[in-house]
């Protein structure tokens, strides 16, 4: 009888869980020919593993006209891309390889889920970076450094026999939008990573990535030779660690004949690197470069170095690399985050980019969101790495943008490439959050196409995620567009930085300063407020920082008249009184700047809840409760910042905006347990 009854709730309850809204789908939710009609007749020649997604990608989803595949010589120029043109009859896809194929599909079924128009199209598509590539920080024991969406999707103790359904839907959404590389494991690399059983646990993955154009990578622990391979040190320069590493690539290209290279955090924050030997990060890189050479293989070298010096934080980098340009094997690309300092809501760009004019220079994002709200805040994040992208280096004269500097359009660069720090876990979702799916997309979209404007992104990803109702698409795009702007203002604005709880990053903690801790890692050591005023004075007469900028943009971020206003505590420390160009102080500014944070986000809820009738339940209230994290945070945010730096400006919170609900000496209290590693 209970058998009877068990069976009968599974019956009933099957379509729910066949059903469920969990946001598993992404944005993959092309409507599935069982339910419509699938007029795809396909036309190719040729068989293989990518054509074969190709194809079962549009017999299962796609409505349309007859489509024919065909791969062209004469495309190899577009690289991954490819060409899409109507004909009366049919959509012909042709591409180089069959890659570009694949991704063509995707086109189209992007239009078709979109309601584009597709009857004249005429299409063609190269991509702006050739590696698209996802850096994962996920540990071998399943943590996953500054993820906030469970624990790592990669089952080692599992691998090689037992292999996740998830990793091929892994790989099909990263095809969908063009990643096409994949960095398995967190740059504080294990040096485990290289023994054999994990290299035949890579090989696994490697084999089912392959056939979505995605080519694997691995992070390396400088010191390998030495703890993996019991050699007596890891000098770049000796013999057997040069033997060492040789053998390990041809280990590694055995396994997985397009391997595609090594990504390398040396010296810093305690990782072993060159310099232990006195050897520099050209020597290290170049020895890497050496071995894996003749596989065709490259070195992503990590830009982000710094020391608890005297030397302003933000200058360090440049400092470091400036000296080694022109050292580098031409397999060996630097690593830049976008930022001098690390991933905050708003920083100027890396003055790096362009200043290395003999060495490939690639930008490094963070998708997964260290310090932006964890999975908890909705932050669009399209809008803030165009601004990186956007921006003008002149480091070879007017228009020399940091994408022009990175994709090959202005320089001859050997190799082009773009990374993300990925925001994806094992959770149902992948990203802990629906709406931080949206920046993975965001990612993939600008690797693929950095002239794409954020609006397209989100108008895109809103359609394909939710529904093409235009009274749900316009408010939610709204929403999504202002949201990095949003945060910047309840959590950092007019360009403070680094004022987060120690550690984990989450939350205000302005007042930090630990006795005996590392002064750069103290929000104190950024804020500098003091009871004249309220920013770092990376001026000339401090540290100089914006020296490290091309002209005119020294100049501009130097004077105070002329820094953007968004990046004036940044580089300047700035009167309490000043006259912002809306002519409020500088104390009724920032005041004013994180009420309208708190405000938005409010609105943001008001949007939300208006949107009930467009969206599934389930989604629908996973996102309205994240939305009421998010809310309560904003006004910690506010009620932090305000309280503590008004101890310095010693002038009234302006009247005319809400008053804080919390006392400044319980906020001092808070402190979250969020393991670092989580
Ligand atoms: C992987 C920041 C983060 C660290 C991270 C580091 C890096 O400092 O807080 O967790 O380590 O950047 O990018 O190497």
Redesign the pocket.
Known sequence: MRNLRTYLLIFLLFPLILFAEDGSKLWLRFPDSQNGISAAKIISKGKNLTLDIAKKELTTYWQGQIVELRTEKSLHYLKDGYRIYSTPEKIVISAGKQTGLLYGVYHILRLQQTKSDISHLNITEKPSYDVRILNH?DNLDGSV??GYAGKSLWKWDDLPNKLSPRYEEYARANASIGINSVVFN???ASPNMLRTDYLQKVKVLADIFRPYGIRVYLSVNFSSPKVLGGLENSDPLNKEVHKWWKDKAAEIYKLIPDFGGFLV?AN??G?PGPQDYGRTHADGANMMADVLKPFGGIVMW?A?VYSPSKEDRAKQAYLEFLPLDGKFRDNVIVQI?NGPI??QPREPFNPLFGALKKTSEMA?F?ITQ?YLGFSNHLVFLAPLFKETLESDTYADGKGSTVAKITDGSLRNTKITAIAG?ANIGEDTNWTGNIFAQANWYAFGRLAWNHELSSEKIADEWIKMTFTNQQEFVNPVKDMMLSSRETTVDYMMPLGLHHIFAFDH?YGPEPWGDIPGGRPDWMPVYYHKADENGLGFDRTETGSNAVSQYFPPLNAIFGNIETCPENLLLWFHHVPWTYKMKDGKTLWEEISFKYDSGVKNVRAYQKTWDKMEPYVDAERFRQIQSKLKVQSKDAVWWKDACLLYFQTFSKMPIPYEIERPVHELDDLKKIKLDLK?HN
Do not use: L
């Open positions: 920080w450094e500054r967190n740059v504080n955090k810093s924050e990782q990590r982000f985050k690390d991933f490094e963070q260290e720090v990053h670092h």
